[in-house]
């Protein structure tokens, strides 16, 4: 689907919005039964969370999927299994099992994802494209983590992923991973933008919205 098909798609979506906390609650029915919420920040329209809901063969209602935002759960977002091992300064051996946490959090101008719980340095880290499966792929030089999570916007919008909006930073045991937005999304993000301004709003007095 292209950049203007998927638009397409948003504008004929049954939509639904409300104003709570601080923010803008929509929420998307398709034709085709999916569901989508997302919520952004009131004041600066940045997307805060974003999450799915698919019906089953029989019709019964699933449980929404976090593409964006915190986990429900610690380790609700990871999409893999991952372990870290480790071993004590006197190499006597035991083995440490922690849980990253895998979430995604973006800015205005870039996808963002932090993975919790990541105590190695910078430099034993590696994270790069896979383009034969378009996905970003984490690894660390000592074969303890290993972790390739897919970019849902670019595939939405048949964009290629390009290595060179790739970065990543590493601060207080949490790796952060940043992918720059094209300037496609760019511009579809300000135009969805400019489409939920004429989905009429409730305030949280008015009643709550019904994906909450």
Not at 59 to 79: C, T
Not at 110 to 123: A, E, G, M
Not at 159 to 187: G, M, R
Request: overall charge positive; charged content about 30%.
């Amino acid at each position: 689907m292209a950049v203007t098909g998927w638009l397409e798609s948003l504008r004929a979506a049954e939509k639904t919005a409300l104003l709570q906390d601080g923010r803008r609650k929509v929420h998307y029915l398709f034709p085709d039964g999916k569901e989508m919420a997302e919520e952004y920040d009131e004041k600066t329209s940045e997307l805060l969370v974003r999450k799915w809901r698919v019906k089953s063969a029989l019709g019964a209602l699933g449980q929404w999927q976090i593409e964006v935002g915190e986990p429900a759960l610690p380790g609700a977002g990871s999409l893999g299994p991952e372990l870290i091992t480790e071993s004590n300064s006197n190499s006597s051996s035991w083995l440490c099992l922690l849980q990253p946490i895998f979430m995604r959090k973006d800015t205005k101008m870039s996808f963002q994802w932090r993975i919790r719980n990541l105590s190695y340095p910078k430099d034993v880290y590696s994270v790069c494209v896979d383009q034969k499966e378009r996905c970003v792929v984490v690894r660390t030089t000592n074969k303890k983590y290993y972790k390739k999570f897919s970019i849902p916007d670019l595939d939405r919008y048949q964009l290629p992923l390009d290595d060179s909006s790739l970065s990543f930073a590493h601060a207080n045991c949490t790796l952060i991973i940043s992918y720059q937005k094209p300037k496609e999304v760019l511009v579809a993000e300000s135009n969805l933008q400019k489409e939920l301004k004429k989905v009429k709003t409730a305030h949280s007095s008015d009643g709550d919205c019904k994906t909450q």
